[in-house]
């Protein structure tokens, strides 16, 4: 299907308003049920039991990067060595039985070591826990801006669930505070708290007006050709940036346009775009 841009809605009013419907016309294209085939989160949809969608969609999160063809497939391997229980798998985890199952997973730097010592970890929080959304919870604030805490306290939470855990499964978790953009998590955060064609909206204790834009070298480059960020550096303060700009546009939901970052970064040649945005929230820091 060809994209048709609405140009003539950009031709008056305020700049910012203008960028909106831009952007607002790429959300309407691209956030629809044909985008999840393609896409990680087409794991989450495989299932029907939310505690299921839950827990795969962590790790379709965590193995997304690189093309998505070859996500799908290595998630889709994963499910099978899961016996197609996700969730089951992870809260029985043993290190005999279950253990074996992960022998010889791998996707680029995630190897089988890794799948099995974030599982044990995970199983040891879902016992204490009982869901993953209890596990972000615990470390967020019903008032905090945005869900930094809640992925740092994660990412902490499964390094600290063994005190054999090694230190390599450290680089496959996030800690936004320390600078990471966490755009994994973040993008996962996403599909577990909106909800709409494609996002599933699992989750209560975070809210749409908290998440974050999730970020990586072609969503940024996109929103620098927008004028929407200035700072040169994917970083965390680059996702702060980012979102402010885009809470400009919709406050009750900022991360609705990573759906128009992704299309235009995936489009080629993308639609025209109105000039810069000139706004406090772009040239933050």
Not at 55 to 68: M, P, S, T
Not at 86 to 108: I, M, Q, T, Y
Not at 158 to 167: F, L, Y
Not at 209 to 218: T, Y
Request: include cysteine; hydrophobic fraction near 40%; charged fraction near 25%.
């Amino acid at each position: 299907m060809a994209y048709v841009s609405r140009a003539s809605s950009m031709e008056s009013g305020p700049l910012p308003w203008r960028l909106k419907s831009y952007l607002d016309n790429l959300v309407d294209y691209f956030e629809r049920p044909a985008f999840i085939d393609s896409d990680p989160i087409a794991a989450c949809h495989w299932f029907d039991d939310p505690r299921d969608q839950e827990v795969i969609g962590l790790y379709a999160a965590l193995l997304a990067w690189g093309r998505r063809a070859t996500v799908l497939r290595k998630i889709e391997e994963l499910c099978e060595r899961m016996n197609q229980r996700p969730c089951a798998f992870v809260w029985n985890f043993d290190w005999g039985a279950s253990a074996a199952r992960l022998e010889g997973f791998k996707h680029r730097t995630f190897s089988s070591d890794d799948a099995i010592w974030f599982t044990s970890n995970l199983h040891l929080l879902l016992k204490k826990h009982k869901t993953v959304e209890a596990i972000f919870a615990a470390d967020h604030r019903q008032n905090a801006p945005d869900p930094s805490r809640a992925i740092q306290g994660f990412s902490q939470r499964v390094m600290n669930a063994s005190v054999e855990t090694p230190t390599r499964l450290q680089k496959h978790l996030a800690r936004p505070l320390h600078g990471s953009a966490a755009k994994r998590l973040c993008m996962y955060l996403r599909w577990m708290v909106r909800r709409g064609p494609v996002d599933l909206g699992l989750w209560q204790a975070i809210e749409p007006r908290q998440l974050v834009l999730p970020l990586d070298v072609h969503s940024g480059r996109q929103a620098r050709s927008l004028g929407m960020l200035a700072r040169r550096s994917n970083d965390w303060k680059a996702v702060r940036q980012l979102t402010r700009a885009c809470r400009m546009l919709c406050p009750e939901d900022p991360a609705r346009y990573d759906y128009a970052f992704f299309g235009l970064g995936i489009n080629g040649e993308p639609p025209p775009h109105p000039a810069p945005i000139d706004s406090a929230a772009s040239q933050a820091t």
